[in-house]
Each structure stands twice: as structure tokens, then as C-alpha cells.
């Protein structure tokens, strides 16, 4: 969708491979770790080829479920920070806007919280010495 100066419209969503494209500077390959995910995950070519592969014994196609058990295996040991790192991404932000919410009595205190490591989130020292002022 184009706006009357031909330029692009800000609130058409775009595809997610941009999206994810944006994490490559915190999580360097995201995009082909996200289209190698897509090829197990996804009914394409690929996908199938994870499920089966040609058989000596009759030249056709043999199942062999476990083969996308050893391609994410296989993913898993080239990229081992990727789900941590996007667990951290998804989950930090949210969790650190609710923190600042309990400080100004906003949302209803929730007391699991204060058990949380909040140092280790590389952000939170900032924010509680924001929080100070």
C-alpha cells in the first residue's frame, strides 16, 4: 500500500522475515536460523525432506520421522544462545515494564516478583537508578 507521495504505508505490516531481520545486530543469523526453522516447521520441500529420504532397497521413499529431530539438534549446536537470547528478548521487556508499573502502584503488586534476579537483566540497574531519582 502506497501513501499519494509514493512512499511506503507505515502501518502495513510487512513480512516476518523483516521482523526478524531487525535481530540480527543482538542475535547475528536470526534470518537463516528463522528460514531453517521455517524448512522443518513449514509444508514445503524441504519439510519433506525431513520426514523422509530415498530408499536404497526400493529406490522410493522411506518415512523416517526422527530426521527433524537431528536437524534442530543440528540447529541447536550451531546457534546454542538462540533460544535463550529469544526468551530474554520476548519475555525482559514486558517483564520490566510491569516492575516500574508496581512502582508507581499502577498494576496490583505481584509478590513472586521480588524474587526475580532483576540485576542479571542487562537493563534493570538503569532503570532502578531512574526509578531513584
Known amino acids: 500500500m502506497r501513501s499519494k ?3 511506503d504505508n507505515p502501518l502495513k505490516a510487512k513480512d516476518n522475515v523483516f521482523y526478524v531481520g531487525q535481530l540480527e545486530s543482538v542475535l547475528p543469523g536470526a534470518t537463516m536460523l528463522y ?3 521455517c524448512a522443518i516447521c513449514h509444508p514445503s520441500n524441504m519439510s519433506i525432506d525431513y520426514l523422509y529420504h530415498l530408499s536404497t532397497e526400493n529406490g522410493g521413499l522411506k ?4 530426521n527433524d529431530v537431528t536437524a534442530i539438534t543440528e540447529l541447536r549446536k550451531e546457534f546454542p544462545t538462540a533460544l535463550r537470547d529469544a526468551l530474554m528478548m520476548s519475555c525482559n521487556p514486558p517483564l ?3 516492575r516500574v508499573l508496581h512502582k508507581f ?3 496490583p503488586k505481584l509478590v513472586a516478583l ?3 534476579p532483576w540485576a ?3 537493563m534493570w540497574p538503569e532503570i532502578e537508578k531512574s526509578l531513584r531519582r
Not at 63 to 66: E, S
Open 5 to 7: 507521495k509514493g512512499e
Open 35 to 37: 528460514h531453517r526453522l
Open 63 to 66: 518415512l523416517v520421522p526422527a
Open 96 to 98: 520490566l515494564i510491569l
Open 105 to 107: 502502584g499502577i498494576h
Open 114 to 116: 521480588k524474587n526475580l
Open 120 to 122: 542479571k537483566i542487562k
